[in-house]
T-cell receptor
Framework: SQTIHQWPATLVQPVGSPLSLECTVEGTSNPNLYWYRQAAGRGLQLLFYSVGIGQISSEVPQNLSASRPQDRQFILSSKKLLLSDSGFYLC?????????????FGPGTRLLVL | AQSVTQLGSHVSVSEGALVLLRCNYSSSVPPYLFWYVQYPNQGLQLLLK??????LVKGINGFEAEFKKSETSFHLTKPSAHMSDAAEYFCAVSDKAGGYNKLIFGAGTRLAVHP
């Protein structure tokens, strides 16, 4: 069966520090991968989408970037964190590109920028 | 572009009472609709999805949702609430933009269940 991992689970970082969040998927190949951010009391905002190694699409301009160095690894990064980067970051995967495809979510990383 | 509106950011019910969480969508094409549940400090888990096979969709944990095209709605129901149903629920619609499919989520409804 497929599983999705995220780490770290919780992170407290000072403003201006770098960030690296990692997501890995097991039990499948060539998944579509997604990064979402969930701010307190709000819904989910899609940040990045990837259909393959090195192929990243950005949904909104921001302080963050994403990379996919391996088929089942998706990394969210920042060179300098802002206070507004605080939130709950969720990684998800789907098996295909059709509109009916279910997205499966990881456990999330809670980021607090101070 | 597709969009989703969830009426009521907070819903409170008694244990054993009917659960009704509302979702209305806007879509220019036949929609694919999803309900997800999120327990505190966890990721999202799929409850059910509508893919045009049947208008009444049954999901996990006793939840079901009915697709009503005339009302552009996909409300989530459960006949009898359990304490364990307390969580946040998100409705989502599939949207195609930039050559790929993505999910557009509503703002969520937090369900409280009291004894």
């Amino acid at each position: 069966s497929q599983t999705i991992h995220q780490w770290p689970a919780t992170l407290v970082q000072p403003v201006g520090s770098p960030l690296s969040l990692e997501c890995t998927v097991e039990g499948t190949s060539n998944p579509n991968l997604y990064w979402y951010r969930q701010a307190a009391g709000r819904g989910l905002q899609l940040l990045f989408y990837s259909v393959g190694i090195g192929q990243i699409s950005s949904e909104v301009p921001q302080n963050l970037s994403a990379s996919r160095p391996q088929d089942r690894q998706f990394i969210l990064s920042s060179k300098k964190l802002l206070l507004s980067d605080s939130g709950f970051y969720l990684c998800a995967w789907s098996p295909g590109t059709g509109p009916q495809e279910t997205q499966y979510f990881g456990p999330g990383t809670r980021l607090l920028v101070l | 572009a597709q969009s989703v509106t969830q009426l009521g950011s907070h819903v409170s019910v008694s244990e054993g009472a009917l659960v009704l969480l509302r979702c209305n969508y806007s879509s220019s094409v036949p929609p694919y609709l999803f309900w997800y549940v999120q327990y505190p400090n966890q990721g999202l888990q799929l409850l059910l999805k509508y893919t045009s096979a049947a208008t009444l969709v049954k999901g996990i944990n006793g939840f079901e949702a009915e697709f009503k095209k005339s009302e552009t709605s996909f409300h989530l129901t459960k006949p009898s609430a359990h304490m364990s149903d307390a969580a946040e629920y998100f409705c989502a619609v599939s949207d195609k933009a930039g050559g790929y499919n993505k999910l557009i989520f509503g703002a969520g409804t937090r369900l409280a269940v009291h004894p």
